[in-house]
């Protein structure tokens, strides 16, 4: 087992669904909330672990915006961000595509320019201290506006260059992909790539709806579709890549055990299934943790294993050179 855990922490991997303010661990959240003169609710790290026992998506959401509360300055995102990407390098991730949620933090007056810049510098650190490259996805909120995601895009076009794609989060349920159909064609006009959480809570026909009318590149999550054969038929033929989040789906019930998680199943059927962490400090684990546990889980082989990482390098918004380079590479650590 030591030596298979071992396989899995150096496995060459990209991470594709990590949302950046749910890397945030009590321990930084303390430090920040000192940093910040910030009053938080909770006298102790033990106390705002035992607080992350969720029933569903909206229990983790609440949480989670009151944690973000901390994050003011952008050296407070750099270190954000530079923690997760230390974590992240120690799980073999050789490239990483975070998520960002601006208006959790313009809604309270942060200025835009900080939360990006803060994250912008921690991009460039690990870069030239860890080899980790990575890319900014924004993320709209579902549950505020179309008016209010425009503004956002609006905010962002001073760093376009350094966003790559737009994607969709929050409360899923009763905020269809649709709501958002004209910003995200704006977005793609702009030339960022499309992503969507669909189908984490909601049902199929949003990860339809995120095909059909945003033209996603990629689906985050997307265990429901497994609920309409059409709808997996077409994600195959498409060759889609779903950004799947075991132990997130453990934490927020979409699974109620990781021994009927869908992974294998997801990867028997031919659709191109990727392992993430979501929010690993709220979940309880890195992605290196998400493999084991689902790899435990399901009785997951080495070559399962292999397919997850290369569909993680296939299934990024890299350039098909630097993908092909990092393929290679990982072939060659699955060969020895
Ligand atoms: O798992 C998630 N789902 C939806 N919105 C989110 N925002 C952070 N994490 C999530
Ligand atoms: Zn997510």
Redesign the pocket.
Known sequence: MTDFFAFIAGLPKAELHL?IE?SLEPELMFELAQRNRVAIPYASVEEVRAAYDFSN?QDF?DI?YAGADVLRTRADFHDLAMAYFRRAAADGVVHAEIMF?PQAHTDRGIAFEEVIEGLLSACRAAESELGLTSSLILSFLRHLSEEAAFATLEMAKPWLEHIVAVGL??S?VGHPPQKFARVFAAARALGLKITA?AG?EGPPAYVHEALEMLGVDRIDHGNRALEDEALVARLVAEGMTLTV?PL?NLK?CVVDDLADHPLDRMLELGLRATVNS??PAYFGGYVADNYRAVADARALSREDLVMLARNSFTGSFLPPEAIAVHLDRLEAYAAR
Do not use: F, P, R
Request: charged share 40%; proline share 0%; aromatic share 6%.
């Open positions: 949302h749910g998506l959401l989670y949620d989060d929050s899923e959480h984490e989040c997130s927020l979501d929010d």
